[in-house]
């Protein structure tokens, strides 16, 4: 199958909030601001897990992929955003389109899988201490990641050129900041049910069923955290997972919303607000989550800023 159709236009014009000229100005605003602190909070997240040997674990591995994959996916779509709402021109090439559409998939499908498996380690973690470390191994963790994150590569190369091959019949105006699988099935001509089906079915997988993994993750934390005598060991266990659980409901509760009905059936501003969530709050939050809430990881940012100050 071809990557790129040939009838393709040569641009989009991007709609965003035209109609709304006057959200142009403090979207691209808020713009400027959260991408630098998503990046940067990231980068934080990712640099202290690495240089602090007490972070040297299962769950902050997972962390970092987490961070490099919210660092990518927001960089995805941000400077292009930045681009359209700070300029008359809201045009974005078909190459370019192609290229968003799978780094933007990519991330979105290995977010999915990563969350549901960060929950798992904090299952095994709280559910089962005693083979913590026989389970969560450094090959298994390995292998957990490689293959989520080649199961989100498969889901987006295939959605994503499967939807690069539905006719347009000369369109090549998308009511949307960004290029999206949804958005383009929408616009596309012809007979798409096929797509729409498709769609809905591998975000079952990709959505609805990392979603009830989690959440029977949760229900044996739970009852296990409840069993706990110790108050402090009860509040550090509903501390990291309270976060985990937070960064899930930010992400999962948009994303099913965009992606669990069909294209069709989507509302005109629905897909510029869900995107902004899922592919800039959520990123910019998660780094601030994950410190504010965590001990382990505010002991560990106060020793490298330590560190920093006195070499200086």
């Known amino acids: 199958m071809e990557l790129i159709n040939k009838s393709h236009p040569e641009e989009f014009i991007l709609l965003g909030f035209t109609d709304r000229p006057w959200l142009e100005l403090p979207l691209f605003i808020i713009l400027l601001i959260t991408y630098p602190m998503a990046m940067m909070g990231n980068i934080v997240i990712i640099l202290v897990s690495k240089l602090d040997p007490r972070l040297h674990s299962p769950m902050y591995f997972f962390l970092t992929n987490l961070s490099f994959l919210d660092m990518c996916y927001t960089t995805s779509i941000v400077p292009q955003m930045l681009f359209n709402l700070g300029t008359s021109k809201k045009t974005i090439s078909y190459m370019g389109c192609a290229v968003q559409l799978y780094i933007f998939h ?9 969350l549901a498996v960060m929950s798992f380690d904090r299952y095994v973690a709280i559910c089962k201490p005693l083979h913590y470390t026989l389970i969560m191994n450094q090959c298994i963790c390995i292998l957990l990641v490689a293959t989520v994150w080649l199961s989100g590569m498969t889901y987006a190369v295939s959605e994503a050129t499967i939807t690069l091959q539905l006719p347009l019949c000369g369109h090549s105006t998308l009511d949307h900041l960004l290029c999206e699988i949804p958005v383009l099935i929408k616009t596309a001509c ?5 797509n729409e089906l498709t769609l809905s079915v591998v975000c079952i997988f990709f959505l609805a069923v990392p979603l009830c993994l989690i959440l029977v993750s949760y229900a044996c934390i739970g009852h296990a955290v409840f069993k706990i005598k ?49 592919g800039v709050v959520t990123p910019t939050l998660n780094p601030f989550i994950y410190t504010l809430r965590n001990k382990d990881v505010k002991g560990a940012l106060g020793n490298l800023m330590r560190s920093i100050f006195t070499s200086k």
């Open 190 to 194: 012809g007979e798409k049910g096929a």
């Open 230 to 278: 110790s108050l402090e060991g009860r509040k550090k266990a509903f501390g990291t997972c309270s976060s985990h659980l937070i960064v899930v409901f930010l992400f999962y509760g948009p994303a099913i919303s965009m992606y669990l009905q069909p294209p069709s059936s989507i509302s005109r501003d629905q897909p510029k607000f869900m995107a902004l969530f899922y």
């Open 106 to 114: 990519i991330m979105g499908g290995t977010e999915c899988l990563l």
